[in-house]
């Protein structure tokens, strides 16, 4: 059955169920009628439908940025502020229902739904006080009849495409940088979670966030034409996206076309090692929130386990005896420590990569199946004695799947981390203080966790390097938002 209003979500407050998309201050249907039914993955069921938007609804929605960007740049930082504080405040006032509005969509357990909420709203609030921390500077001149100055400006209209596996926070990390420089925003959402976007735009209203400040264009089938137009318009100035490395460099080479200002977090393929001085259950408790945080649904998540010989029989052993606890269910469910995965395609990738695996020669400790039944299941999996050669190694995974490989030494598994086109994160134990250091260094990648399985804040610079994008996201963020102009005042 479908729902079509807010109704049937069980939540406190069911107006922040939105059906339509945003133009111009407007909620508005697609022009013709096309629909998108949105499914919980935990069980197939119809969640409702959005508007499947087009050209002709981006390149109004873009137009509705750019008339609002006239007014919004013009407002004072502190105003800024007050507004993405009262937008914070909003968030933490319905804390539960968009927790649920997550979980519902994508299907990741409620309590780490509402870890990823306050992840999601902490973005409001740093971006509220970068707001006002948009410094200029005063360069001293050779001449003695010049001053020159610099200050900060807001780029324009950005056009933003989000990823369906942080459907808050991805939106958040974005649009508040956007909103803190003054710039106004067109967000593409992901098809497959669309109501938490919308619902954060509802309460971006209420917060007093200007009509046209925010739009949003949602789109499945037509996402080739609305993807293009977002990034090749004249209008926008900036594209910020989060998604695969093959889309990433599609847009990219679309955004090429008028040398738009871009910010790109595209795939990663982590590695996280043990060495043999590590805090061994530390190690083992760091792998469980790296690798299977979303159900191994996340970007920065391990991919490549690498643990020294002389510990890894006793680092497998207590791993899989760790993810044996696990309980695999609907993410609404208390005792659910895991969901599904987002859909079928994802089944059948984590399926290709344990399949690959076994056949070269790996072996199942835990799990290594397909769970039956409604909803798109897979079991927590860890895999010892995985060749180099397997697919797992070469590709990003994105399910709850942990292969291990065994090393020699630092140097060895230096070489093994950095074997890939890209470089997002990077994880290691080590108690030997030299080495932290050495191998925090070595490791190409853009941001690394060191005895640590959890990277993720508002304030740290995000992003990585190599294939893995462009910019960063976060900490001083606000300036990927902003152009610098030089000012020479003459004739003194």
């Not at 897979?378 to 050669?389: E, F, K, R």
Request: glycine fraction near 10%.
């Amino acid at each position: 059955m479908a729902s079509t209003t807010g109704s049937s979500w069980g939540l406190k407050d069911p107006s922040l169920i939105k059906n339509q998309g945003l133009i111009d201050g407007q909620w508005v249907d697609a022009k013709d009628g096309g629909k998108i039914t949105v499914t919980n993955p935990a069980n197939d069921e119809e969640l409702g439908t959005v508007p499947e938007m087009g050209l002709q609804e981006t390149k109004e929605a873009i137009e509705a940025a750019a008339k609002a960007f006239k007014s919004w740049s013009k407002t004072t930082a502190k105003q800024r502020h007050d507004i993405l504080m009262a937008f914070y405040t909003l968030m933490q006032e319905n804390t539960d229902d968009l927790a649920r509005i997550i979980t519902l969509e994508n299907g990741k357990g409620l309590l780490e739904a509402k870890g990823e909420h306050l992840y999601s709203s902490s973005f409001l609030e740093w971006f509220a006080e970068e707001a006002v921390r948009t410094y200029g500077e005063v360069i001293p001149s050779p001449f003695p009849h010049i001053r020159n100055v610099v200050v900060k400006q807001p780029i324009g209209v950005v056009s933003i495409l989000t990823p369906w596996n942080f459907p808050s926070a991805m939106i958040t990390r974005k649009l508040c940088a956007a909103l803190a420089a003054g710039c106004t925003a067109v967000i593409k959402p992901p098809p497959e979670t669309p109501f938490s976007a919308l619902a954060l735009a509802e309460l971006a209203s209420r917060a007093g966030v200007p009509s046209g400040v925010i739009n949003i264009v949602p789109t499945q089938k037509n996402v080739s034409e609305v993807g293009r137009e977002m990034c090749e318009n004249k209008i926008v100035k900036k594209v910020s996206f989060t998604g695969s490395t093959p889309v990433a460099k599609m847009l990219y080479g679309m955004a090429s076309s008028t040398l738009k200002k871009v910010s790109i977090e595209a795939g990663g393929n982590a590695p996280f090692i043990v060495f043999a001085d590590a805090d061994i259950d530390a190690a083992v408790e760091g792998a469980i929130a790296c690798k299977f945080r979303g159900t191994g649904q996340t970007c920065v998540c391990a991919n490549r386990i690498y643990v020294q010989s002389s510990v890894y029989a006793d680092f497998a052993s207590k791993l899989a005896d760790k993810v044996a606890q696990f309980k695999v269910g609907n993410g609404l469910e208390e005792k659910t420590t895991h969901g599904p995965l987002i859909h079928e395609k994802a089944i059948e990738k984590v399926t290709r990569h344990v399949d690959d695996a076994v056949s070269r020669g790996a072996q199942v400790l835990i799990g290594g199946k397909r769970i039956e039944g409604p909803g798109h299941f897979y079991a927590p999996t860890v895999l010892s004695d995985v060749p180099s050669n397997a697919l797992i190694n070469d590709e990003e995974t994105f399910g709850p799947v942990a292969a291990l490989v065994k090393f020699e030494t630092e140097e060895e598994v230096i070489k093994m981390a950095n074997n890939t086109d890209v470089g997002l994160a990077g994880y290691f134990y080590s108690r030997d203080v030299g080495r932290v250091w050495r191998v925090a260094e070595a490791l190409e990648v853009g941001m690394v966790g060191t005895n640590t399985g959890l990277i993720s804040q508002a304030v740290i610079p995000f992003g990585g390097v190599k294939e893995s994008g462009l910019g960063r996201e976060g900490s001083h963020g606000i300036d990927e938002y902003m152009n610098t102009k030089f000012i020479a005042f003459g004739g003194l």
